[in-house]
C-alpha cells in the first residue's frame, strides 16, 4: 500500500491544472509532478493502520480545507477558533505518527497498546 505522510488533501491545496511543482535540492530544479507521486513510503504502515489514520485525517480534512482557504484568501476562519487549534492540534499529531521515528518508537507500545487505544492516549481519537 503506498502511504501518504502528507495527506493528500493537504497536498491539493498546491495542485493546478492537475500539475504541482516540486523543487529538487540537489539539482536546483524546480519539475512539474502529480500530487500522486509525492510523500509516499510504499508499506509505511500496515493496511489496517493506515485506514484508520486515513479515516481520522478525513474527519478532519473539511475543517483544514476551510482553514486553508482563509488562509490563501485572507478571509475569517469560518469555524470557531477553539475548532481551529483542536484541528491543528491533531494533524500535528497525526503528522508526528507518520514519521520514521514514531513508527519504530510506536512498534514496541503497540505490542502492549492497539493503535485505537494509543490515539485515544495522545487525544486524538475519541474514546
Not at 507500545?109 to 481519537?125: C, K, N, R, T, Y
Request: charge should be positive; aromatic fraction near 8%; glycine fraction near 6%.
Amino acid at each position: 500500500m503506498r502511504n501518504h505522510y502528507i495527506p493528500r488533501f493537504i497536498l491539493s491545496n498546491f495542485v493546478r491544472n492537475r500539475v504541482i511543482h516540486v523543487h529538487d535540492k540537489q539539482d536546483g530544479k524546480t519539475r512539474p509532478t502529480n500530487e500522486g507521486k509525492l510523500f509516499v513510503i510504499r508499506d509505511f504502515y500496515q493496511d489496517d493502520l493506515e485506514r484508520l489514520l486515513g479515516e481520522i485525517e478525513g474527519t478532519l480534512s473539511a475543517d483544514l480545507n476551510s482553514m486553508l482557504t482563509s488562509c490563501r484568501t485572507g478571509a475569517p476562519f469560518r469555524i470557531p477558533i477553539s475548532r481551529v487549534l483542536e484541528c491543528c492540534r491533531q494533524l500535528l499529531l497525526l503528522q508526528l505518527a507518520r514519521t520514521p521515528y514514531a513508527k519504530k518508537v510506536s512498534t514496541t507500545a503497540l505490542d502492549e497498546v492497539g493503535i485505537s487505544e494509543l490515539l485515544e492516549d495522545l487525544g486524538v481519537w475519541p474514546k
